[in-house]
Structures are given as structure tokens and as C-alpha cells.
């Protein structure tokens, strides 16, 4: 659940609240439920869709069928804010104008472009093809309660994705977040009272209690920075060393080669910044320099990664590394590379030249991430609002339509984190009161 407050609703609370003299954050324990702030009954009217057809003489032709509201039940769950249709409805029902009856216990508005809007009555009609926000504000203009309501479509795509929320009130971890899923279970890095912590998983449902790395130099790991290399984790500390851990708590040198960052890894070869170079190594022991032409396109931060098998032949990985050069600000840059255990079929890595002829690379994003699923590369950053899909490694790229992306209303300028696993999609971000939220997406076909 979201508690904030977008700056576009102060001037409604200020008028509702003309006798107070200063406002604050919502807080965690302010944003209560009780019988002056709730949505108490929630139904909508009745749905009529017109659909197309072609008469017998294939003449183009129209009908309407219509959806009994009375028929359509909602639940509403009162402490996650969640109010949601409890069957889905056939996947020909147009949702664009679907009039809510709502009872509140106060004064009641909904989310329109990033503004809040009043409800002034019974007949207004909302768009509900995505997840629609209320807001109900009781009489004092401070207390406050936020929901979202969805109405359920029955998959008319067989390739579609269902999301669940993840319950991670426990999960206390709130900055850096990193999750990497390995040897059958699912870790989250992230940093708690300034300390690098660690939390783990066997189902992505119960986490356990985040502890703290131990590093047996003192050296201070950057969560994000954190990759896997054979069933082991290694990461930097502040000084360029590398250091390995089989745990993920207990961390000692892996080398005694320093390096920039650790950039990527696949089942082959751990690779890393050295500078102005790309190098690589099996055993951490010997490296080698990556030939490369273009080596000031380079990631000058810690970039994103993927790897994944390729469609002719699993042996053989396709390694994608993503992110922003100082060598250019109109577009991210990404780098590509073909991986084997056969020198023959082994490449160096490439950057992906961006040409004239070429009108769709990815666009810069800050907090970028990237993931393989269902054969095509994703990335998303920035405002977190647009999925990008690559369906030739990293070449070009276009918002994503066919899937509901994101599984809900992700906040801006907050890293996203993004796993996948089998049929199922991992995603966790931090809110901007630092809670953790974990959604799990199913492709359902």
C-alpha cells in the first residue's frame, strides 16, 4: 500500500483544514483506519460494451451486451487499502467508463493524471482498464486513507501475467536494494543503520530477520554491486578489492586483483571494470583484457546485467550489459557479448552502436534495470511508469503493451529490483517511506 500524499492534493487538504495552522508528513501510524476515514461500500453500475462483428454478408456491424453491476462483487480490504472484484469478469467488458457507487465514511476524491479529483456524485464515470486511486480525507483534513480499486478481466491473451502482493512488513531493508535468487533460494541486500544486511528466502514469502556481512578487512560491500559467479556471491569493497562469500553473510578476499566493479557474470566468465577495460576471468586467479573499440561508451556507474541462454543453443549465453556513459546523454548504452566455453564460439563484448538508421534505443534511465522473460529483454527507470522491450538483445527497444506492466503503481525515482524465475517474475522496491514491497508476476499460459 501506498501512503503518500502527491504535492497536487495539498491545496484540497489546506481548504479542508483551514483551521490548522501547520501540516506534516504522513507518518506510518498517522494514516489509521477508523470509522471516520474508510471506504464502507463499494459496488458499480451496470457495464455496457459495444463489440464488433460482420453481419453474414460481411458487412461490418455492431451489438451491445451489458454486465449487471448488481452481479459484479468487490471485497475490500481495509488494512493493505486493496479493493478488488473477487471474480474476473469476461475479457470483452470495456472498463472505460465504469461508474463507481461508493460509501464513505468522509469526503471522498480520485487520482486523474496525478491529480486528486472530488467525487460529486453517484454518476461519474472512471476509466478502470488499470488500477484506479481514492483517497477518502476525513472532516480535520489530516487523517487520511488510500486505496486502490481493480476490476479483474478474465485473460483473453493465454500469455498473460497475474501479480500477488508479497507481504514484507518484515523485510526492514530500505536502501540498496539488491535481489539475486540462487542454489534454490532468494536473497535481498540491502542497507539498514548503515550497515550492508542480508535477508533470505526458500519461497519469496518468509524472509528472515536482515543481518549484517561480516568482511574480515572491514571493507564496506555495496549491496547493488553484489553479482553471482558459480553458485558464489562477490562483490567490492570501498578500495577495488574483490571479495567472495558462500553465504552471503561471510565475506573474505576472493584476490588479490583490485578492480574498478564487478559488472557482469554468466555461466562461463565473471567480468569487471579495470579501468578503461573490460576484463574476465574463470578461476579469479588469471584474467584476461576483453577486446573492445568503443572503450569511452563504457558504464560509468555500476551498470545493469543479464545473461541468458541462447534460442539456437542453451550452451551458449547471451550477455547484456546496460547502463549511462559520460560519452553521451541522449540515450543508455548497452553492451552486448556472446559467451561459451568454446574459444571458437566465444565472443568479446560490443557496444551496440546507436545510427541514424536505428530510431529506437533505450532511452537514458536513471536506476535502470534490465531482465530476460518470456524470450525478449525488459529494462525500467526513472519515473518507473514504461517497461521497455527488446526482442533482438538489446538493439531496439519499445514501451511495452502486451503485458500489464508494472503490477502496480511503482514510485518514481526509486530503483527497482527484478528477478526471474521459471514462470514467475520478482520485482521489490522501496517506497518513499522505505518500506519494501515485493510483487511476484505469474505468466500464465
Request: glycine share 6%; hydrophobic share 35%; charged share 15%.
Amino acid at each position: 500500500m501506498h501512503k503518500y500524499i502527491t504535492k497536487t492534493i495539498w491545496p484540497l487538504l489546506l481548504a479542508l483544514a483551514s483551521g490548522l495552522t501547520a501540516t506534516s508528513c504522513i507518518t506510518e501510524d498517522e494514516v489509521a483506519i477508523t470509522a471516520e476515514c474508510a471506504i464502507t461500500s463499494f459496488s458499480v453500475g451496470d457495464i455496457t460494451t459495444v463489440r464488433h462483428t460482420l453481419t453474414t454478408a460481411g458487412i461490418d456491424s455492431t451489438y451491445s451486451r451489458t454486465i449487471s453491476g448488481s452481479s459484479i462483487k468487490f471485497n475490500i480490504d481495509q488494512l493493505g487499502g486493496h479493493i478488488y472484484s473477487i471474480d474476473s469478469l469476461p475479457d470483452w467488458v470495456d472498463l472505460r467508463r465504469v461508474v463507481p457507487r461508493i460509501e464513505a465514511s468522509a469526503t471522498l476524491y480520485t487520482r486523474i493524471d496525478s491529480v486528486y479529483y472530488p467525487i460529486t456524485g453517484q454518476g461519474d464515470s472512471l476509466d478502470f482498464t488499470s488500477p484506479v486511486d481514492f483517497l477518502v480525507v476525513a472532516t480535520d483534513g489530516v487523517s487520511m486513507k488510500h486505496y486502490t480499486a481493480v476490476i479483474n478481466l478474465a485473460a483473453a491473451n493465454p500469455d498473460s501475467l497475474m501479480w500477488t502482493d508479497i507481504d514484507a512488513t518484515t523485510l526492514a531493508l530500505s536502501q540498496n536494494l539488491n535481489m539475486i535468487t540462487t542454489n534454490g533460494h532468494m536473497y535481498i541486500f540491502g542497507t539498514k543503520d548503515g550497515q550492508t544486511q542480508l535477508s533470505t528466502s526458500a519461497d519469496g514469502q518468509t524472509w528472515t530477520t536482515p543481518q549484517p556481512l561480516t568482511a574480515n578487512n572491514n571493507g564496506t560491500i555495496n549491496p547493488q554491486g553484489i553479482i553471482t559467479y558459480e553458485s558464489q556471491f562477490y562483490a567490492t569493497d570501498e578500495a577495488g578489492n574483490i571479495l567472495g562469500s558462500a553465504d552471503g553473510l561471510t565475506w573474505t578476499p576472493a584476490t588479490d586483483r583490485t578492480v574498478t566493479r564487478l559488472i557482469a557474470a554468466d555461466t562461463y566468465y565473471l567480468y569487471a571494470q579495470d579501468g578503461n577495460s573490460i576484463i574476465s576471468t574463470t578461476d579469479l586467479r588469471q584474467w584476461k583484457t576483453e577486446t573492445t573499440d568503443n572503450d569511452n561508451m563504457l558504464p560509468t556507474q555500476q551498470p545493469a546485467y543479464l545473461s541468458y541462454p541462447a534460442r539456437s543453443n542453451p550452451n551458449i549465453k547471451v550477455d547484456l550489459m546496460i547502463g549511462q556513459s559520460a560519452a553521451t546523454t541522449s540515450h543508455a548504452v548497452v553492451w552486448y557479448k556472446v559467451a561459451s566455453d568454446n574459444t571458437t564460439t566465444n565472443q568479446h563484448w560490443d557496444y551496440i552502436t546507436v545510427t541514424a538508421e536505428n530510431n529506437y534505443p533505450l532511452p537514458l534511465l536513471n536506476n535502470i534495470t534490465a531482465f530476460h522473460f518470456d524470450e525478449a529483454v525488459y529494462a525500467i527507470g526513472d519515473d518507473n511508469t514504461t517497461f521497455y522491450r527488446s526482442y533482438d538483445n538489446g538493439i531496439t527497444w519499445r514501451a511495452v503493451t502486451q503485458y500489464q506492466f508494472p503490477p502496480s503503481t511503482l514510485t518514481a525515482g526509486h530503483k527497482v529490483c527484478v528477478n526471474t524465475s521459471g514462470q514467475y517474475i520478482w520485482m521489490l522496491q522501496a517506497d518513499d517511506n522505505g518500506q519494501p514491497h515485493i510483487w511476484r508476476g505469474k505468466l500464465n499460459k
